[in-house]
């Protein structure tokens, strides 16, 4: 009698860390989206090009379908900026081009750099935070944050995006077509929670290159 409080306590609990799981997952495929768009918007305002359109999810659609899609407008991104990073390589003389790239450069000797880089090119490499938006985007790891779906389990991969936030028994019954109610639970608990041990990784990466990308044109931007 004593034992079975004790089950159902389990059960529960693992139910709200199913759900935790999920939910969580749910965030992060979101994350790369409002990332990206975050990108987008910096290079759309700093290059002189023509403008990316965002990129939305779509929750109808399956968990693998959004990554790619958000895959193919992280390629754009990094294709654009190491163009643009070859132009101003060819724009600048290289010791100028150091000090835009070299992080131990200060950032008083970066907003002088590229202000005169801006002024001598009456603007041919975008505005003024054009070069320093592509140098550090082409000198980032933008191509190794990109979510890795190759890694991850296909039954997991093939729910649509908006089945993550359904009840604990729903998605249950989507990723444990088979077996006892438990261990179906527990198949559950491990078949997201390792989708989300390879997503989680590089999406907190990519956040870090925006992160820096803003800081740099923040900081910049006071010593102009």
Known sequence: ???LPFFDKKDELEKEELIRSTQTLHHYVHKYFYI???LLVILNTHLDQSPFPTVLADESESIEKNCTRVRDVMHLILDASER????VRKSIEPALYDQIALSGVSQKVKAAVIKDLHQETLGLLG?????LVTVRLAKSDLGSVMPPVEQCG????SLGLGELVQSSARIIELLCKQGNKQRSLDKAIVLVEDVLSVLKPPCDSYNDILSEVEAYITIISENI
């Open 1 to 3: 009698m004593l034992s």
């Open 36 to 38: 990206t768009n975050r």
């Open 84 to 87: 643009e990073d070859k132009h």
């Open 127 to 131: 505005d003024v935070f054009g070069p």
């Open 154 to 157: 296909q039954s997991v991969l």
